[in-house]
Protein backbone atom coordinates (compact mmCIF):
# COMPACT_ATOMS: atom_id res chain seq x y z
CA UNK A 1 0.00 0.00 0.00
CA UNK A 2 3.04 2.47 0.82
CA UNK A 3 4.55 1.58 -2.48
CA UNK A 4 1.40 1.76 -3.92
CA UNK A 5 0.03 5.25 -2.63
CA UNK A 6 4.10 6.60 -3.63
CA UNK A 7 4.26 5.90 -7.21
CA UNK A 8 0.26 7.72 -7.12
CA UNK A 9 1.71 10.74 -5.07
CA UNK A 10 4.61 11.15 -7.56
CA UNK A 11 2.54 10.67 -10.84
CA UNK A 12 0.05 13.29 -9.30
CA UNK A 13 1.52 15.66 -11.23
CA UNK A 14 1.37 17.43 -14.92
CA UNK A 15 5.30 17.89 -15.39
CA UNK A 16 6.13 14.31 -13.89
CA UNK A 17 3.30 12.73 -16.26
CA UNK A 18 5.22 14.31 -19.34
CA UNK A 19 8.41 12.80 -18.28
CA UNK A 20 6.79 9.52 -17.84
CA UNK A 21 5.04 9.77 -21.49
CA UNK A 22 8.11 10.60 -22.45
CA UNK A 23 10.18 7.86 -20.96
CA UNK A 24 7.09 4.85 -22.21
CA UNK A 25 8.36 5.25 -25.92
CA UNK A 26 12.40 5.16 -25.33
CA UNK A 27 15.06 5.65 -22.66
CA UNK A 28 16.56 9.04 -22.79
CA UNK A 29 19.82 10.81 -21.42
CA UNK A 30 18.80 13.60 -19.06
CA UNK A 31 19.28 16.27 -22.03
CA UNK A 32 17.07 14.12 -24.46
CA UNK A 33 14.90 14.47 -22.14
CA UNK A 34 14.67 17.83 -21.11
CA UNK A 35 14.92 18.88 -25.05
CA UNK A 36 11.77 16.44 -25.56
CA UNK A 37 10.04 18.23 -22.32
CA UNK A 38 11.58 21.96 -22.52
CA UNK A 39 11.83 21.90 -18.44
CA UNK A 40 14.89 23.64 -17.20
CA UNK A 41 17.68 21.73 -15.70
CA UNK A 42 17.05 22.69 -12.13
CA UNK A 43 12.68 21.50 -12.46
CA UNK A 44 14.22 18.22 -14.54
CA UNK A 45 16.31 17.30 -11.70
CA UNK A 46 13.29 18.33 -8.75
CA UNK A 47 10.91 16.32 -10.79
CA UNK A 48 13.36 13.39 -11.33
CA UNK A 49 14.37 12.84 -7.69
CA UNK A 50 10.61 12.38 -7.10
CA UNK A 51 10.04 9.84 -9.59
CA UNK A 52 13.19 7.92 -9.01
CA UNK A 53 12.47 8.27 -4.94
CA UNK A 54 8.87 6.51 -5.89
CA UNK A 55 10.39 3.94 -7.93
CA UNK A 56 8.68 5.00 -11.19
CA UNK A 57 11.98 5.92 -13.51
CA UNK A 58 15.16 3.92 -13.00
CA UNK A 59 19.28 5.72 -14.00
CA UNK A 60 21.30 3.39 -15.18
CA UNK A 61 25.17 4.25 -16.87
CA UNK A 62 25.75 3.56 -20.56
CA UNK A 63 27.56 -0.08 -21.18
CA UNK A 64 29.35 1.88 -23.87
CA UNK A 65 29.92 4.55 -22.25
CA UNK A 66 30.18 5.36 -18.66
CA UNK A 67 30.21 8.66 -18.96
CA UNK A 68 26.57 8.84 -20.16
CA UNK A 69 23.09 7.90 -18.56
CA UNK A 70 19.97 7.04 -19.31
CA UNK A 71 16.70 7.28 -17.94
CA UNK A 72 13.88 4.70 -18.05
CA UNK A 73 10.52 3.67 -16.43
CA UNK A 74 10.56 0.99 -14.08
CA UNK A 75 7.17 -0.54 -15.27
CA UNK A 76 4.75 -2.00 -13.39
CA UNK A 77 0.95 -2.13 -14.01
CA UNK A 78 0.38 1.00 -11.82
CA UNK A 79 3.15 2.97 -13.98
CA UNK A 80 1.49 1.54 -17.51
CA UNK A 81 -2.12 2.56 -16.62
CA UNK A 82 -0.93 6.19 -15.88
CA UNK A 83 0.55 6.38 -19.20
CA UNK A 84 -0.97 8.38 -22.23
CA UNK A 85 -1.48 6.72 -25.55
CA UNK A 86 1.91 6.92 -27.92
CA UNK A 87 3.35 9.55 -30.67
CA UNK A 88 0.88 9.51 -33.33
CA UNK A 89 3.10 8.01 -36.39
CA UNK A 90 3.05 7.20 -39.59
CA UNK A 91 3.04 3.54 -39.71
CA UNK A 92 6.70 1.88 -40.89
CA UNK A 93 6.96 -0.44 -43.31
CA UNK A 94 8.99 -2.59 -40.83
CA UNK A 95 10.52 -2.33 -37.28
CA UNK A 96 14.16 -3.08 -37.26
CA UNK A 97 15.94 -4.14 -33.42
CA UNK A 98 19.15 -3.91 -33.50
CA UNK A 99 21.80 -4.41 -30.73
CA UNK A 100 26.05 -5.26 -30.69
CA UNK A 101 25.80 -9.53 -31.56
CA UNK A 102 22.22 -9.70 -32.65
CA UNK A 103 21.90 -13.53 -30.26
CA UNK A 104 19.80 -11.98 -27.28
CA UNK A 105 18.23 -8.78 -27.25
CA UNK A 106 17.26 -7.50 -30.16
CA UNK A 107 16.23 -11.17 -31.35
CA UNK A 108 13.96 -11.58 -28.09
CA UNK A 109 12.37 -8.36 -28.94
CA UNK A 110 11.91 -8.90 -32.51
CA UNK A 111 10.09 -12.81 -31.87
CA UNK A 112 7.95 -10.26 -29.02
CA UNK A 113 6.78 -7.56 -31.51
CA UNK A 114 6.25 -10.42 -34.53
CA UNK A 115 3.94 -12.36 -32.73
CA UNK A 116 1.38 -9.16 -32.87
CA UNK A 117 1.67 -9.16 -36.27
CA UNK A 118 1.16 -5.75 -36.88
CA UNK A 119 4.11 -5.16 -38.75
CA UNK A 120 7.11 -6.90 -40.63
CA UNK A 121 10.09 -7.39 -38.39
CA UNK A 122 13.90 -7.78 -38.69
CA UNK A 123 16.51 -7.66 -36.34
CA UNK A 124 20.64 -7.01 -36.81
CA UNK A 125 23.93 -6.69 -35.16
CA UNK A 126 26.59 -4.26 -35.14
CA UNK A 127 28.83 -7.46 -34.33
CA UNK A 128 26.75 -10.01 -35.01
CA UNK A 129 27.87 -13.42 -33.24
CA UNK A 130 27.93 -16.74 -35.41
CA UNK A 131 24.15 -17.74 -33.62
CA UNK A 132 21.50 -16.94 -31.61
CA UNK A 133 22.57 -17.58 -28.08
CA UNK A 134 21.03 -20.78 -27.02
CA UNK A 135 19.64 -19.51 -23.58
CA UNK A 136 17.71 -17.27 -25.69
CA UNK A 137 16.30 -20.24 -27.77
CA UNK A 138 15.21 -21.61 -24.66
CA UNK A 139 13.48 -17.78 -23.25
CA UNK A 140 11.69 -17.60 -26.18
CA UNK A 141 10.55 -21.42 -25.91
CA UNK A 142 9.69 -21.33 -22.13
CA UNK A 143 7.33 -18.09 -23.44
CA UNK A 144 5.51 -19.90 -26.11
CA UNK A 145 7.42 -17.88 -28.94
CA UNK A 146 9.47 -18.39 -32.07
CA UNK A 147 12.64 -16.22 -33.27
CA UNK A 148 11.95 -14.10 -36.06
CA UNK A 149 15.12 -15.31 -37.41
CA UNK A 150 17.20 -18.35 -38.56
CA UNK A 151 20.67 -16.86 -37.30
CA UNK A 152 22.36 -12.97 -36.17
CA UNK A 153 22.64 -10.74 -39.00
CA UNK A 154 24.89 -7.99 -39.92
CA UNK A 155 23.02 -4.35 -39.57
CA UNK A 156 24.53 -3.07 -42.57
CA UNK A 157 23.13 -5.50 -44.48
CA UNK A 158 19.83 -5.67 -43.17
CA UNK A 159 18.60 -2.36 -42.94
CA UNK A 160 16.91 -0.32 -44.99
CA UNK A 161 15.05 2.79 -45.79
CA UNK A 162 11.64 3.90 -43.81
CA UNK A 163 12.79 0.96 -40.92
CA UNK A 164 11.49 2.21 -37.41
CA UNK A 165 15.18 1.15 -35.82
CA UNK A 166 14.95 0.65 -31.99
CA UNK A 167 18.46 0.31 -30.37
CA UNK A 168 17.73 -2.14 -27.48
CA UNK A 169 21.63 -1.79 -26.61
CA UNK A 170 23.71 0.92 -25.51
CA UNK A 171 26.45 0.15 -27.91
CA UNK A 172 24.62 -0.50 -30.73
CA UNK A 173 22.43 2.65 -30.29
CA UNK A 174 26.00 5.12 -29.56
CA UNK A 175 27.53 3.42 -32.79
CA UNK A 176 25.00 3.94 -34.97
CA UNK A 177 22.16 5.80 -33.31
CA UNK A 178 18.06 4.77 -33.93
CA UNK A 179 14.70 6.25 -33.74
CA UNK A 180 14.72 4.70 -30.25
CA UNK A 181 16.74 3.21 -27.63
CA UNK A 182 16.06 0.87 -24.38
CA UNK A 183 19.27 1.03 -22.42
CA UNK A 184 18.62 -3.18 -21.65
CA UNK A 185 21.49 -4.90 -20.04
CA UNK A 186 23.14 -7.82 -22.41
CA UNK A 187 21.75 -10.83 -20.85
CA UNK A 188 25.05 -12.63 -22.44
CA UNK A 189 27.49 -11.48 -19.99
CA UNK A 190 25.98 -13.07 -16.86
CA UNK A 191 25.28 -16.05 -18.97
CA UNK A 192 22.28 -17.74 -16.81
CA UNK A 193 18.75 -18.85 -17.64
CA UNK A 194 17.75 -16.04 -15.14
CA UNK A 195 19.12 -12.98 -16.66
CA UNK A 196 17.55 -13.95 -20.11
CA UNK A 197 13.96 -14.25 -18.18
CA UNK A 198 14.96 -10.85 -16.78
CA UNK A 199 15.99 -9.62 -20.10
CA UNK A 200 12.36 -10.68 -21.46
CA UNK A 201 10.78 -8.88 -18.64
CA UNK A 202 12.40 -5.50 -19.45
CA UNK A 203 11.71 -6.17 -22.89
CA UNK A 204 7.83 -6.97 -22.47
CA UNK A 205 6.34 -3.54 -21.35
CA UNK A 206 8.21 -1.82 -23.67
CA UNK A 207 7.47 -4.01 -26.87
CA UNK A 208 3.70 -3.61 -25.59
CA UNK A 209 3.63 0.16 -25.60
CA UNK A 210 5.46 -0.13 -29.06
CA UNK A 211 3.25 -2.78 -30.48
CA UNK A 212 0.25 -0.33 -29.40
CA UNK A 213 1.08 2.47 -30.87
CA UNK A 214 1.63 0.87 -34.14
CA UNK A 215 -1.79 -0.21 -34.40
CA UNK A 216 -3.26 3.05 -33.51
CA UNK A 217 -0.60 4.46 -36.62
CA UNK A 218 -1.94 6.17 -39.53
Known amino acids: MTDRLAVLAALADAHRLALVDA ?3 GDLAPGELAARTGLTSS ?11 AGVVERRRS ?3 GRRSYLALAWSPLVEAALGSGPRRERPARVLFTCTANSARSQLAAALLAAERIVPVASGGTAPAPRIDPLALDELERRGLAPAALAPAPLEEVRRDGDLVVAVC ?6 CGGDLH ?3 P ?8 RAFAATFDALEPRVRRLAATLASSL
Not at 170 to 175: G, Q
Open 23 to 25: LAD
Open 43 to 53: LLAHHLRVLES
Open 63 to 65: DAD
Open 170 to 175: DLAYED
Open 182 to 184: WSV
Open 186 to 193: DPVREGTS
